[in-house]
């Protein structure tokens, strides 16, 4: 039986897998421990420290009031800002060391005739076949007079290198899996951080818009005070005049009939003929007000300028979201049922 494919198949495998594994800058596979930087890069932390020294050559090292520095990734050149701690404030990739664990254990175990398990059905038979039928490693004894008798078998080699070439393949394909975790994480970081900026605009905006209309509430406010102050002054300027013009009359009367009191104590009875007349005309003229204006009925009265803000107040109740496109299809939806009622009551 040929497994020359196989082999060269895992062979294949195993290379695109230490690819994965190779340092940028010493070149060679990771030495742990293994650094991973804020851009998902990795290096051995000596050579990173290395780039990071060489980028800041007056760092001083770990213990020293100097705070931290700062390089670029060779793989991307994307900048890594450094805490006081350096390189070591860096985390430790713990999954890409035992996954180079893994690569050295399996590339450098052999089989080893010494090392193979005994059968614990037959005491003094090695375990050199493997059942394909139960999935388990048996011996030769098995397979012709035990429990595997009537099971297919296969040469242990050959299991073994396509368990170890399904085990490279899961490997691989779990550090690429981890890239697109990685990527996803990112794109949802991203995404959160959007969901931020974005709500702060709109409450930024919000708060813009109920200022507004705040000042235009407080603007309206003012103007219509000010119409009811004019109102009220013109009124009571009115009045004001109307007291003083009778409190003129009523000082001009009693004047007069004091006049009048001491005129009827005159002895001279030709004396008070003469000055009678004149006396009671003044008299008849004192006691007319019609020339003196006077306030209509109700003049007292504000009703005019009476509000009913029901309608104001539902409409500030049912603020919501939406722009003026969404108002316009929520008219004309409400339009076209109206055409649709109006039709139907037709048809009736």
């Given amino acids: 039986m040929d497994f020359q494919p196989s082999i060269i198949r895992e062979s294949s495998t195993m290379e695109t897998l230490e690819k994965q594994l190779i340092c940028p800058i010493c070149l060679e596979m990771f030495e742990k421990p293994v650094v991973i930087l804020p851009c998902q890069h990795n290096l051995c932390r ?139 994480t990112d794109q949802l970081e991203q995404t959160s951080k959007s969901i931020e900026e974005n709500s702060r605009h709109q409450k930024h905006s919000l708060v813009e818009k109920f200022d507004s ?68 005309q003044k008299i008849i003229d004192a006691s007319r007000t019609s020339h003196i204006p006077k306030s209509d009925e109700g003049f007292e009265n504000m009703d005019q300028f009476s509000m009913n803000l029901e309608l104001a107040e539902e409409t500030l109740k049912n603020i919501t979201f939406g722009t003026d496109d969404d108002e316009m299809e929520e008219e004309e939806e409400t339009e076209e049922e109206d055409e649709a009622e109006d039709q139907a009551n037709d048809q009736q």
């Fill in 46 to 184: 000596k050579c990173a420290n290395d780039v990071f020294q060489a980028a800041n050559p007056y760092w001083q090292g770990r213990g020293t009031m100097v705070s931290g520095g700062r390089f670029r990734c060779p793989s991307c050149r994307h900048e890594v800002i450094l805490d006081r701690h350096g390189v070591y404030g860096l985390q430790r990739n713990l999954l890409v060391e035992n996954i180079i664990d893994i690569y050295k254990e399996e590339g450098t175990r052999p089989l080893k005739k010494g090392n193979q398990p005994m059968c614990e059905e037959h005491d003094d038979e090695k375990i050199n076949i493997y059942c394909m039928t139960c999935q388990v490693p048996t011996c030769s004894m098995c397979k012709v007079f035990g429990a595997h008798k009537d099971c297919e078998v296969a040469p242990l080699q050959n299991v073994f290198q396509q368990q170890k070439t399904e085990l490279t393949d899961g490997i691989a394909m779990l550090v690429a899996g981890n890239d697109r975790i990685q990527a996803i």
């Fill in 213 to 280: 209309l705040y000042a235009i509430l407080e603007q309206r406010k003012e103007d219509m005070l000010q119409s009811i102050t004019k109102e009220q002054e013109r009124k009571v300027s009115f009045i004001n005049g109307l007291i003083r013009q009778y409190k003129e009359h009523l000082e001009g009367s009693s004047k007069l009939v004091e006049n009048a009191i001491q005129f009827m104590d005159e002895p001279g009875i030709a004396a008070f003929l003469i000055n009678a007349k004149k006396l009671l």
